[in-house]
C-alpha cells in the first residue's frame, strides 16, 4: 500500500527520484510524476492502464511559470488567467521544445494548470519541474476526491499519497483551447460555461465536448467517469421502479429520497439542492455505491441542465454510456 503523507517535502523526495505521487487538489486527485522525465512519465500510463495516445495536464505553481513551456498566449487566455488562476481551468496552448512528446502524446499543444490547494502548491514550489499529472484513478473509473479512493483503487501502483483532505470542488476541471479570438470548450468541469461568459461574453465560446472518431481528449470520450456497476440516468417524471429490483438498487439523489427504495439504499447530494454540495459529493456517492455488495444496480437521478448541472450531466451520461 502507499505511503501516506502530509509531508510536501518527503513528497517532492520521491518526485525528484523518478517516482509517482499521488496529490490533492482542489478538484480531485492527480496521479504526479517530473513531467521533463519521460521515464518518470511513462509510469503513469502504466499505473493506471492508460492509453499513450491520451495526454496529461502539466500542473505549475503561478501562471508566470508556464512560460518557459507555451508560445503565443493569446490575450483572452490572460484575461481568463486573470479570474480562473490559480483554479479549476486548464488551458490548452502552443507547446515548446522543452516539453516532452510523452505528455503530449506527440501533439503540438500542451495542457497547463495551476491548481488551487495549498499543500500542492508548497510542493509545486519545492520542485523545479512541472508536474505532469491526470486523475488518480484506473483508466476510465470515477475520479478520486479523497485519500481513501487513491488507495484503494492505486496503493498497490504507487509509493505514496500527498494527504490533502477532501477535494474541495469534486468534479474535474473545465478544459479550453483557443482558435483565434474564439474559445473552444473541450471538457465541462468545475468553472461553468457561465463562469467563464462573465469574462469573456457568450458569442466567442464553442463547444466541442462531444465523442468523435479520434477523441482529443477523454472527457470526449463515450464510456468514461464510470463505476464497474451499471449506471442508469433517471427523472422522476418518467422513473419506474417496478421494471428493477429494488432491494438490489443503489440511488443517488439531488435533494429528496425516493419512495418505493430503502432509504439506506439512497444518497442525497444535497439536502438544499445546492449545486456545488452536490459536485463535491458526487464521485464520493458513486464509489461508496459501487464498493457496496449487496447492490447491482446504481440509479442517478439527473441534474438540472445549467452551471456545474451540465458539467455533472456530462458525467452522468459518459458513466452510463455503454462499454462497447
Ligand atoms: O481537474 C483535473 O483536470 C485533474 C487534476 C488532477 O488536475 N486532472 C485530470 O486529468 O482530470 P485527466 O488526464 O484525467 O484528464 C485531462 C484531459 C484528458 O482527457 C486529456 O486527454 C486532456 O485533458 N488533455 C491533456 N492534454 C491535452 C492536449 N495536449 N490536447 C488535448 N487534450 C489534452
Ligand atoms: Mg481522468
Known amino acids: 500500500m502507499a505511503q501516506i503523507t502530509t509531508d510536501f517535502h518527503l513528497a517532492s523526495q520521491w518526485l525528484q527520484s523518478g517516482d509517482l505521487v499521488a496529490i490533492p487538489t482542489e478538484t480531485v486527485y492527480g ?3 517530473n513531467a521533463l522525465d519521460p521515464t518518470a512519465v511513462q509510469k503513469i500510463f ?6 499513450v495516445t491520451n495526454p496529461l495536464i502539466l500542473h505549475f505553481s503561478g501562471w508566470e511559470a508556464v512560460n518557459p513551456y507555451v508560445k503565443n498566449i493569446p490575450e483572452v487566455a490572460h484575461q481568463l488567467a486573470k479570474k480562473f488562476v490559480p483554479g479549476a481551468l486548464t488551458f490548452l496552448l502552443p507547446k515548446t521544445d522543452r516539453v516532452p512528446d510523452i505528455v503530449t502524446a506527440g501533439s503540438d499543444r500542451v495542457a497547463v494548470r495551476i491548481p488551487d490547494h495549498p499543500l500542492t502548491q508548497e510542493l509545486l514550489r519545492a520542485v523545479d519541474f512541472p508536474l505532469a499529472a491526470p486523475s488518480a484513478n484506473p483508466y476510465g473509473y470515477i475520479s478520486p476526491t479523497t485519500v481513501d479512493h487513491v488507495q484503494s483503487q492505486l496503493g498497490d501502483k504507487i509509493p505514496c499519497i500527498l494527504d490533502g483532505g477532501d477535494c474541495v470542488c469534486g468534479l474535474e476541471s473545465t478544459i479550453i483551447g483557443f482558435e483565434g479570438d474564439t ?3 473541450h471538457r465541462h468541469g468545475s468553472v461553468t460555461v457561465e463562469d467563464l461568459q462573465s469574462v469573456v461574453g457568450s458569442a466567442s465560446i464553442r463547444m466541442q465536448t462531444q465523442a468523435t472518431d479520434k477523441p482529443l481528449t477523454s472527457g470526449m470520450v463515450l464510456h468514461h467517469y464510470s463505476p464497474r456497476k451499471p449506471v442508469v440516468l433517471f427523472q422522476r417524471d418518467d422513473l419506474d421502479l417496478t421494471k428493477m429490483n429494488a432491494k438490489k438498487t443503489g440511488v443517488v439523489v439531488l435533494q429528496s429520497c425516493l419512495d418505493g427504495i430503502d432509504f439506506d439504499l439512497q444518497i442525497r447530494l444535497s439536502s438544499t439542492g445546492n449545486l456545488s454540495e452536490a459536485a463535491h459529493n458526487l464521485y464520493q456517492a458513486m464509489h461508496q455505491l459501487d ?6 444496480l446504481i440509479l442517478i437521478e439527473q441534474l438540472p441542465d445549467s452551471g456545474l448541472g451540465k458539467t455533472m450531466n456530462d458525467r452522468l451520461r459518459r458513466a452510463a454510456a455503454p462499454k462497447a
Open 31 to 33: 496521479l504526479a510524476a
Open 46 to 51: 502504466t499505473a493506471k492502464n492508460r492509453p
Open 183 to 185: 474559445i473552444v470548450l
Open 291 to 296: 464498493q457496496r455488495t449487496d447492490i447491482d
